[in-house]
């Protein structure tokens, strides 16, 4: 039996974004300290750390002796290189291990992988190169959606092709590199499944998370999703099913199709906590974070259980466009929990931070947290709108806010 990692011991973070913060928040709250490692300083995992080493991934001296000075390794970011994964790994544990990272760092491995585990994904199929992109159409036919195998987020390296004429050029639009032709599922929701695997295989999930998209970045969460009992039963298995096929050690996010009818089909895998999981800090006994933390130090997993259903919506850098939100406007709403990352450039589609909402039912809480968010910005627009009225202009659009 190994030994559990004890509070006052030291938690490696490879990456430094708003996971590796939010996971250090959980890991410091339990009497951990923090090390981040990632090739930039002043970051939002490294404001919150005991240290915050700067190096390149490549620089494996640097990585090796990041790694003696900590008890285990953990990521935040999938996209770490492999060998960098294996040079921590000589010194220390490293959870999950590089080989769950092998898997998930390339699209047209995952699907393999869940294809080959007999677990439902769309039709797919590679594109290594040039000679391969008609062949790929011709076996997944058209509408689809092309997207390169690698370090792909966000929408970013994806396009979608309507009709078999346009499957060269969206090829060429992401940069003629690997990549994976999938036919486009008309999906009628997306959920997610985040489960937590301890050491000892033991797993715990949070149950269906519902999430909607804005230009493909993830907007609003909510929990539980809107779907049947039986999907949501079916959804859970399916993650619990691939964490144990994995062999994870810490959390993994199982996103999901949800097609007309129920049928479920596996979009992705992150091995690591999810933004679909944000809103468990406010709404469950125990935070995915604190999951995360359990799992790589070798203790029990927490409960589940969650206080009220919840909602989450993300604050993107277009909030910023015309200035500073409105905080204590949001403030001024007793029930929302507003989380920001740390991050001092505002840019468009930056994930710059998110807010929750508890509330009797997840429709309502998903309306509390979208009026939090408006009320971000509520006094600009109004302005804004009474100028192009003063002017007798249309108003422009307003970014960042959706209705
Ligand atoms: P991904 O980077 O694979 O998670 O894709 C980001 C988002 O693009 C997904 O959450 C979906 O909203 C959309 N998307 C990706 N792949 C497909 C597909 N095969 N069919 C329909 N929509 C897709």
């Not at 987020?153 to 499957?167: H, L, T, V």
Request: aromatic residues 6%; hydrophobic residues 40%; proline residues 6%.
């Amino acid at each position: 039996m190994t030994q559990a990692i004890l509070p006052g011991s030291t938690i490696g973070v490879l990456g430094s974004g708003q996971l590796g913060r939010l996971f250090a928040i959980a890991a410091r709250r339990m009497g951990y300290r923090v090390h981040t490692f990632s090739p930039d300083d002043d970051t939002p995992a490294g404001q919150v750390s005991d240290r915050e080493i700067a190096a390149p991934y490549e620089d494996l001296d640097a990585v090796r002796a990041f790694a003696r000075d900590v008890d285990v390794v953990t990521f935040e970011f999938e996209n770490v290189p492999g060998e960098t994964a294996r040079a921590a790994e000589e010194i220390a544990p490293v959870r999950p291990g590089g080989d769950v990272l092998h898997v998930v760092q390339n699209r047209i491995r995952e699907k393999t992988f869940l294809s080959r585990g007999g677990f439902p994904v769309t039709d797919f199929a590679p594109i290594e190169g040039e000679g391969d992109v008609a062949a790929a159409l011709a076996k997944i036919g058209a509408p689809a959606v092309v997207k390169t195998a690698r370090s792909g987020y966000d929408g970013k390296g994806q396009a979608k092709i309507e009709s078999a004429a346009e499957a060269f050029s969206a090829w060429e639009a992401i940069g003629r590199r690997e990549a994976i032709l999938e036919r486009f599922v008309p999906f009628e929701r997306e959920i997610s499944v985040v489960v937590a695997r301890a050491l000892d295989g033991s797993m715990a999930d949070f149950g269906a998370i519902e999430n909607a998209h804005s230009r493909h970045i993830l907007d609003v969460s909510s929990a539980p999703a809107g779907v049947a009992a039986a999907v949501r039963k079916e959804a859970v298995e399916i993650g619990h099913a691939i964490a144990e096929r994995l062999g994870v050690v810490g959390v993994l996010c199982i996103e999901f199709f949800v097609e007309p009818g129920g049928r479920l089909l596996v979009n992705e895998l992150a091995p690591r906590p999810h933004n679909s999981g944000h809103l468990t800090m406010d709404a469950c006994v125990t935070s995915q974070f604190e999951q995360q933390l359990r799992a790589v130090c070798g203790l029990a997993l927490g409960s589940t259980e969650y206080l009220r259903p919840a909602a989450m919506a993300n604050l993107l850098g277009d909030l910023w466009e015309d200035g500073e939100p409105d905080w204590p406007a949001v403030c001024s709403l007793p029930e929302i929990k507003l989380h920001l990352y740390g991050k001092s450039q505002a840019r468009p589609r930056r994930k710059m931070g998110h807010l929750t909402a508890l509330a009797p039912t997840a429709g309502e809480a998903r309306e509390a947290v979208l009026a939090a968010r408006r009320a971000l910005t509520r006094a600009r627009d109004d302005r804004k709108r009474e100028l192009a009225r003063e002017t007798g202009q249309e108003a422009a659009p307003i970014s960042g806010t959706r209705p």
